[in-house]
Each structure stands twice: as structure tokens, then as C-alpha cells.
């Protein structure tokens, strides 16, 4: 077990790469700690499984360097890097038995069959298939076949670091939840480094200590799950987390202060160094914002809502903004003003967060 | 990799081989064919096939075996269409049964039918007729095409069907408008399959004709009979047959290995 | 899976398929059971025989010995071709241009008309003037298939692996492709040597494709035809009289109606029942 290392990694599928647009994955250096829980989060596309199929060896970047610890493993194929992969949809080998998945890949690595039993059955135990050891793989269930591919990972104890690619992909919604339990406790059991590539917020905020974003093949910010929400340093990790995301409005900056309709907005940070032709937006999430009696005029549009608050969703000249009210909170019919809180309002430049001073 | 390459490299030498020594016997003339052994033509000529050309037993053969391929390909896939299409989406008695039966006669030795065809294509009058050929390459083909179909059909969600009723499509409109295009894939391999089965089939289309609709395959026959004398000739019919084979697979060749694996496989 | 309505209308449907297979189908099986139960002299005249037919048939010399021929053709045939096709497949590239290179090339044989087949490859084996036999000769073997039994097999054969092995490469290749590439990744990961991948992974997922690639082999090298008539003409002598070729003789040859008609139905019966055999075990493993 080692931490890894992603040292000025870039890669393109084509053998010839010309724009940027080439590129699946501009250039990153990205640390992962020994033992930490991760999840890479980005929209379809991203290039999060490029990224994971780099840490696992079924790919070499076509620039950068892969550090396990302090041996380089750039080229190293996946066998030799004990690493673990749980895919989209279960991989099992059909005519085995479970028993015979599980222990297929120590049988090739040559244990002996006592050490194989042994293993196998606390793994088995640890994932609930102890009932099933001698059933043939075929014959479970969605959620019992990825149990099998995690198990598979599990068994070696030489593992570095375990992937996960989408892994509840097929598993019905109920069961879901069950799984994602499951592997937060075998986490905190085994301690080994584990990767959650996932499109989906949830399971992304659940699972992981740290989160790291990712967009059109760049890592747009990492940290922990409280970090993107309150301190998003890019606009798409506003958007992107939270529900709904954060608002995003276009505005101006006037002796250090974000003006926004003709108004200055309270912010309490400074707004640091920017390119002065960039495009300057102020965000600020929904659960931010309140109504008062003066401040920022809007119309309501639409209230929709979503159980323990309301989203009501209002407009103010071309813009379009969000808020979230408690239940049972009051509102205004038809006009209304809205403050934003001074400690959650950000500035962003080309969509990059300028605002710095005392995150709180 | 590219060690294993040399397999697929070495087997389609080993295909090429028989043909290449088709076409180069083309080239040659009677006399080369049987005094010398040569690797490729001392003496080219294009005599076998300015003959084949010119000469209407020669050209007709192939004029009457592309006639009741083509004929067979449309009336195959015609009736195909809508019988798959009742088999991927109703249930009804004897639905099973019927498909079962119908896959049984792809299982049918030609060998069997052919007497009674002879006796049963005379007795309609349709002895010595491209269509009596076309006819009877139904009796695999049919079969061929109605799995083929079913199997692209059911590929298709029944989603698409509805929505085009609450759309007010009335079912031949739906069916000429909206269904085939999604399942076009699916025509152009049952097609290339009718096209293929009847295009190389001898025994019945040699049984069912005489001289009127005689197919390029009887017509060889018939040279091949009299040992020796034209092997140039025959070897440049057998060259020219190649070639519409070859075109339609070049066509296709994107959905070859595609139509095998839908559906059934 | 079955989310289909019934629909008597649905006859309807099926109708111009029911027409056009029937008639070529009942109305000849018909004439060929007539014929097989029925005895005649000529002029239309019939006199009701029994089983008597299929009793000399069964019990004739004649007919043991080219369905055995027909018999050991066809193992012969589906021990080659279904191993051979299938390592093809596992060595052919997976992308790029060289794939449709590859498919067309090798799918060239299956759509050259049988009797050309027959006769390219009488031109190709000839001893003095066939590339082929010309070869075998140089090399010192004495090698003539007009004339010899051996070398006859051995060219029919060989003519009907040349013609028909691509067909179980396309779909066993078909079958291979359908594999997703995460089965080869965990596998690698899992340390697996390239025999375990075979084994494990390849072979059970090519099952379906297999199945149906034996069914129509067997099949239609036990009806075959054709290209060993153009061949050999089923000789020399008998030696390569198979079924096919033996029941045309004694059909459209002798015009011995009754005993072709009972041989026929026999063929057709055995090829029912093994192909049956087959579709039964191809449909069991979809329910699993």
C-alpha cells in the first residue's frame, strides 16, 4: 500500500494530437494519500475513466509520469501494480462457481490451496456470499455479482488501491444504497486507498473524504465533500454539486466590490488578482439566499417544491435566481427582494474563483 | 500483435490461392492450359471472354441466373416483412409451432425435392422459367429472412409502435413510413442472405430449367462435361461469376459482422 | 420478455409465407410420401406397397455405404472446420482498416456459386495442369484424385474447408466482438494467461455463436451437393458418393420412385432429428 502519484500527466487517444480539443486529459498532477476514500466526480465524458484506466495500468499516458510509492509504473501493465477494479456491470466469469471467482486470482498468482480457502472464506464473509460460495456465478443477482468483482480485488492482500468505474450502474435503486454502505465499511475495515468514479453527486458526497471534480479532461478542484460545496473554486463545481446547483450571475467589479444590477453586493472577501478582459460572474448557492426587505429586486416566476423547503425559482431582469425557502417560511407573492450572504458569495473569472481571504 | 497476424494473413493466401489460378487460367488458351505449366499466362488472351460476351448461350446464363436471384430476393423479403413482424410482436394459436416448421426447411436435403419439384413446376407450367426458380429458392429462403427479421424486430421497442398509433398513423403508413427505416439494417442483411443462397444454389436451379431460363451454372456444366477442350473458357465463367458476389459483399461489409450477431446470436 | 398481444389477425400476416413455403414444401413431401408407399409400373398406375420401400432402402448395401461415407465426410468436416474457424477468428485484428479488409476477403469463397467452386477447384487439384496437383506431384507424392480414393477425400475435403471455414469465422468473430472489453481487463488484472482467458471467458460467451455455426455445418455438409459432384462426379467409383449425390442418381437417374422417395424421407428424417437435438439445446441454455 503506497500513495500514488500522478506527476504532469496528458493524454490523447489520437496518435497525433493537434488542439486542445485532442486531448482527453490536459496536463495534472494530482496526489492520492495511502488508505484515503476518493471519488472522481464529472459528467459523462470527462475523462474520469481515462484517469482511472492511467492508475490502473490498462492505459499509458501519452505524457506524465505514474508513481506508486517510489517506483515509477507508468508502463507497467495492470497485474503488476496490485491494483483492483470493480466495473460498470459485473464481471464474472460465468462457469466458475463463486467460490472459483474468488480464488481464481490467487491460483494464478500461485498460493497454496490452504491460503486460498482461508482467504476466500473472509472475504466471502466480510461481503455476505458465504451461503453462495458454492453456486455457480451465474446464478446471482446484479448486486451479488459485483460483490464477487469486489471481491476478487479483495482477496489479494497485496492490493494498492481498488477502482471503482461507475459500479452501481445496474443495481436497482434499493439496493444501491445497501452496496454504497457496504463499501464505506469495508473501508474503514481494510484501509486500503479506494476510487469512486461516478457521475452521480450522491454517491460521490457519501462515499468519499475527498472529492476530486473533474471537466472536459481537467481536474477542476479537489476536496473534501463541505469544501465544494461552501468554497467551489469553479463555476462548473457550483453547478454541478448541490441541488439545484449554485446560481451563477453575470456581473461587474467596482473599487473591489462585485456590483450586480446596478448595485454593490456585500461580499465578505477580497477579490483578488484577474485578467481585465475576463468574464466576471458572482456565485452563490441557493441556500444562501434569503428574501428582505430591500436589496436586490426580482419577479417570482415559479415555486416548486421539494418536501422540506421550496425552491422558488425568480427573475431579475435577464437572470435567472434561485433560493430555497424552509417550509413553512414566508414568501412574497409577486415581487420581492433578495440578499445574499456575504460570507457564501464568490467571484469568478473565466468561470475561476478570484475571491480570496478567510474561508471560514 | 503482429506476430499473430501471420495466421489471417496465411489463410486468406490460402483462399486467394484457388482463384488466383482461376483468373490466371482465364487468360490462357486451350493449347498453354494443356502443353505448359505456367505460373501466369506466356500467351494472354482475352479470346474466353470476348467469347462469353459475344456468344447469347454464354451471356443469357447470367442474365437468367441474376433474374431469379433478384425475383427470389424480393419475393422473399416481401413476404418476410410482415410475418416477422407478426411472429416479434403478436401471439397467436400456433405461432410457435409454425416457426419451428418454418426453420425445418432450411433443414430440407435439396436432394429430396428435386424429382417432386420437377414433377410439381411442370405441372403449374412453370418449367424452364426464372420464376420457377425464384419460387422455389423460397422454400430456404423464406425461412432465412423471417429469423433474420424477427430478430432485428425485436430489437425494436414496441414503444415505437404506439406512440405512432396515439400519433394517428394508420398501421401501413406506420409501417412504410416509420418501421422499415429503423429496421433498414436489418432488410439489407436479409437481402445480402436471399441474394447469397440463391446466387450459389445448383441442384434445383439446374432441375427447374432446360434452355429458356438456363442459369450460368448449367450452362458450365455443360462445358465442364467435355473434359479438357475449354478449360480457359470455363475457367473465365467461373472468374465473371466471382465478381457479383464480390461487389455485394463489399457493399455490405459493414454489416456482416454485424447481422450475424443480432438477434439470435 | 414477452410483451407481445394476441392477435388472431396476426394469420393474416403470415399468409403469403404459410402460401409460398407450403407449396414447396407439402405438396412435393406429399408426392415423395406417396411415392414412398406406393409401387408402379408405368403409365400412372399405382399398387400400395407398405413399408416395403423403407425396408429395401434400410436394409440395401448401397445405402449403408454412402451414408456411412456421408457420415465420416461430415465429422471430418465439423473436426476441422468448427477448431480451425474459431482460432482464425481469435487471431483477427479487432479495429481498424484491416477488419473489413479481412471480412470481405475471407468471405469471398461463400459466395462463389457451388458448381464454380466444384470446378475451380477440378482445375485447381488436376495432377499435370492444376497448381495444386502439379505441387503435390513435384514434391514426389503420386497424387491423382480421378483416380485414386485418397486423394479424392483428401481434395473434397479440402475444397469444402476452403469453401466453408469463413462462415464459422464470421461468427465466431461476431461472437467475440460482442464481449465487452471489462471481461479482458479484469482478467488481466486478475492475472489470467491467455489459455485461462480462452477457457474462462471467450469460449462460454461464444457458446450461442457455436452452436449455431455446428447446426449449419452439419446440416448443409450432410446435404451436400454439388461441389463434390463438379469434383468428382462421386467417384472415383463410389468413393465419394455421398447422400446427396447417391439419392439424385436414384431419383432423376433411375427414376426408381419408390425407393428415392423412401430414401429421401430417411435423409430428411435424420437431419430433422439431429438438428432438433441441436435447436432444443440452443433454446434450453436462452431460458437459463
Redesign the interface.
Known amino acids: 500500500m503506497s500513495k500514488i502519484s500522478l506527476t504532469n500527466v496528458r493524454h490523447s487517444y489520437l496518435t497525433e494530437p493537434k488542439t486542445d480539443a485532442d486531448w482527453a486529459l490536459k496536463e495534472m498532477s494530482v496526489d492520492w494519500s495511502d488508505g484515503g476514500a476518493y471519488a472522481l466526480l464529472g459528467p459523462s465524458g470527462c475523462g474520469k475513466t481515462t484517469l482511472l484506466n492511467i492508475i ?1 495500468g ?1 492505459l499509458t499516458p501519452t505524457e506524465g509520469e505514474v508513481w506508486f510509492g517510489d517506483e515509477e509504473v507508468s508502463e507497467m ?3 503488476q501494480r496490485n ?3 470493480v ?3 459485473p ?1 464474472v ?4 462457481t463463486v467460490y472459483d471467482n474468488l480464488a ?2 490467487l491460483r ?2 500461485g498460493l497454496s490451496e490452504p491460503e486460498i480457502d482461508g482467504k476466500v472464506r473472509e472475504i466471502a464473509d466480510m461481503l455476505d456470499l458465504a451461503e453462495t460460495l458454492m453456486t455457480r456465478a ?1 446464478g446471482l443477482t446484479a448486486d451479488g455479482k459485483q460483490k464477487i ?1 469486489l471481491g ?2 479483495l482477496v489479494r492482500s497485496d492490493v494498492n488501491v481498488i477502482m471503482f468505474d461507475e459500479p452501481l450502474t445496474v443495481i436497482d435503486p434499493h439496493l444501491k444504497w445497501v452496496l454504497r454502505s457496504k463499501l464505506k465499511e469495508l473501508h474503514q475495515k481494510i484501509g486500503t486507498t479506494m476510487i469512486y468514479v461516478t457521475h452521480d453527486q450522491t454517491e460521490a458526497l457519501t462515499f468519499a473524504d475527498q472529492v476530486v471534480v473533474m471537466q472536459e479532461g481537467e481536474v477542476v478542484q479537489i476536496g473534501t465533500p463541505v469544501d465544494l460545496f461552501e468554497r467551489p473554486q469553479h463555476t462548473f463545481v457550483g453547478h454541478f454539486i448541490g441541488s439545484p446547483g449554485m446560481n451563477v450571475l453575470g456581473c461587474s467589479v467596482d473599487q473591489g466590490q462585485p456590483v450586480f444590477g446596478g448595485a454593490p453586493v456585500a461580499m465578505s472577501k477580497k477579490i483578488g488578482a484577474y485578467d481585465a478582459n475576463a468574464r466576471l460572474e458572482i456565485g452563490i448557492r441557493p441556500e444562501f439566499i434569503s428574501f428582505a426587505d430591500q436589496g436586490i429586486p426580482v419577479q417570482i416566476e415559479k415555486i416548486s417544491d421539494a418536501g422540506r423547503f421550496s425552491i422558488v425559482e425568480t427573475r431579475h431582469g435577464d437572470d435567472v435566481i434561485k433560493l430555497l425557502v424552509p417550509d413553512g417560511g414566508a414568501f412574497p407573492s409577486d415581487q420581492a427582494f433578495l440578499t445574499f450572504d456575504p460570507d457564501h458569495t464568490h467571484v469568478y473569472a473565466n468561470d475561476w474563483v478570484v475571491t480570496r481571504g478567510a474561508y471560514g | 500483435m503482429k506476430k499473430i497476424a501471420a495466421v489471417p494473413i496465411l489463410y486468406i493466401l490460402f483462399l486467394m490461392l484457388p482463384i488466383y489460378w482461376l483468373v490466371n487460367m482465364s487468360f490462357k488458351t486451350t493449347n498453354e492450359i494443356l502443353g505448359t505449366f505456367s505460373l501466369y499466362p506466356h500467351e494472354f488472351t482475352l479470346d474466353n471472354y470476348i467469347t462469353i460476351f459475344t456468344d447469347p448461350t454464354w451471356y443469357n446464363g447470367y442474365f437468367n441466373s441474376l433474374t431469379y436471384v433478384g425475383i427470389n430476393t424480393v419475393i422473399s423479403v416481401s413476404a418476410a416483412l410482415p410475418a416477422a413482424y407478426a411472429f416479434s410482436r403478436y401471439r397467436f394459436v400456433g405461432d410457435k409451432h409454425l416457426f419451428f416448421w418454418l426453420l425445418t426447411n432450411r433443414m430440407a436435403p435439396p436432394a429430396v425435392f428435386a424429382l417432386p419439384f420437377f414433377q410439381l413446376y411442370s405441372a403449374v407450367n412453370l418449367f424452364d422459367t426464372p420464376l420457377a426458380v425464384a419460387l422455389a429458392h423460397c422454400l430456404f429462403n423464406i425461412p432465412l429472412a423471417v429469423w433474420i427479421l424477427e430478430g432485428f424486430m425485436s430489437g425494436v421497442p414496441k414503444e415505437l409502435d404506439e406512440t405512432a398509433y396515439v400519433d394517428g398513423y394508420s398501421f401501413p403508413r406506420f409501417f412504410v413510413r416509420i418501421f422499415i427505416p429503423t429496421i433498414a439494417a436489418g432488410i439489407g442483411v436479409a437481402c445480402f442472405f436471399c441474394f447469397m443462397f440463391s446466387w450459389v444454389e445448383l441442384l434445383l436451379a439446374k432441375t427447374l430449367t432446360s434452355v429458356a431460363a438456363k442459369p450460368i451454372a448449367a450452362t458450365m456444366t455443360r462445358t465442364a462435361s467435355t473434359s479438357g477442350y475449354e478449360l480457359g473458357l470455363l475457367a473465365a465463367a467461373g472468374t465473371l461469376t466471382i465478381i457479383p458476389g464480390a461487389f455485394v459483399i463489399y457493399f455490405v461489409r459493414n454489416y456482416i459482422a454485424k447481422g450475424f450477431a443480432l438477434g439470435r446470436v | 420478455m414477452d410483451n407481445k398481444t394476441t392477435n388472431p389477425k396476426a394469420w393474416f400476416f403470415v399468409l403469403p409465407v404459410v402460401v409460398l413455403v407450403a407449396f414447396n414444401a407439402v405438396i412435393p413431401l406429399m408426392t415423395v410420401v406417396n411415392y414412398s408407399v406406393q409401387e408402379t409400373f408405368g403409365d400412372n398406375i399405382f399398387f400400395w406397397e407398405g413399408v416395403k420401400w423403407f425396408e429395401t432402402v434400410l436394409n440395401s448395401e448401397r445405402f449403408h455405404a454412402s451414408l456411412g461415407r456421408q457420415l465420416i465426410f461430415t465429422s471430418i468436416i465439423l473436426a476441422i472446420e468448427v477448431p480451425l474457424g474459431v482460432a482464425i477468428a481469435l487471431t483477427m485484428p479487432k479495429k481498424g482498416v484491416w477488419v473489413s479488409v479481412c471480412l470481405v476477403l475471407m468471405a469471398m469463397p461463400l459466395l462463389i456459386p457451388w458448381n464454380v467452386v466444384g470446378a475451380m477447384w477440378n482445375i485447381f487439384a488436376l495432377p499435370d495442369i492444376g497448381l495444386l496437383g502439379h505441387s503435390i506431384n513435384a514434391l514426389g507424392i503420386d497424387y491423382n484424385f480421378t483416380r485414386q480414393p485418397f486423394a479424392a477425400w483428401f481434395t473434397t475435403i479440402l475444397m469444402d474447408v476452403w469453401h466453408w471455414t469463413s462462415l464459422v469465422v464470421l461468427l465466431a468473430y461476431a461472437g467475440l466482438r460482442s464481449i465487452p472489453d471489462a471481461y479482458y481487463q479484469a482478467a488481466k488484472i486478475d492475472g489470467a494467461k491467455p489459455w485461462a482467458v480462452f477457457r474462462y471467458i471467450q469460449l462460454p460467451k461464444m457458446k450461442r455463436v457455436l452452436t449455431i455455426a455446428i447446426l449449419l455445418r452439419f446440416m448443409d455438409s450432410f446435404m451436400i451437393y454439388t461441389e463434390p459432384f463438379v469434383l468428382t462426379g462421386g467417384g472415383p467409383g463410389n468413393s465419394t458418393t455421398f447422400l446427396s449425390i447417391d439419392l439424385v442418381k436414384v431419383a432423376l437417374g433411375q427414376f426408381d420412385l419408390g425407393p428415392a422417395a423412401a430414401m429421401s424421407l430417411i435423409y430428411f428424417l435424420i437431419v430433422l432429428l439431429v438438428s432438433w437435438v441441436f435447436y432444443t439445446l440452443m433454446m434450453k441454455d436462452e431460458d437459463q
Open positions: 490502473s490498462l501493465p495492470p497485474d491494483i483492483a477494479q466495473f460498470q456491470f464481471v466469469y460465468d462457469t466458475m481464481f486470482p494464478n498468482r451465474s468483482s476478487r480485488g
